[in-house]
């Protein structure tokens, strides 16, 4: 997974993650907005309030959680080479809005 960039785990992974993990995620009832900087960076919307989820490039129109990283970062903290907690307190994750929600990231990714 280390060779995935941000677009292809937000394309292929969290697609997949919706549909094994969907009863898991339906109670969460959030958006989540992640700007992922850098060279393979952008911008991706995961909508947990639609039926089944819904993961698409872009901002959300209104985020209850927006997690910024850079790609490189982001791609260490998926596949389990960057503990999420540290990577907040080392401000290689930054939060904007609920923090619980935050929290719950580590089940959705």
Known sequence: MADLTPKEYFTQKVPENLKSRAASM???????QFN????SG????????KPGGEVREGAAEKADCTITMEDKNFVKLVSGNMNP??????????????MGLALKLQSIL
Do not use: N, P
């Open 85 to 98: 907690q540290l990577a907040f307190m080392t401000g290689k994750l930054k939060v904007a809005g609920s």
């Open 42 to 49: 952008g911008t991706w919307t995961l909508d947990l309030k």
């Open 36 to 39: 992922i900087t850098g060279e």
């Open 26 to 32: 339906a109670k969460i009832q959030a958006c989540y």
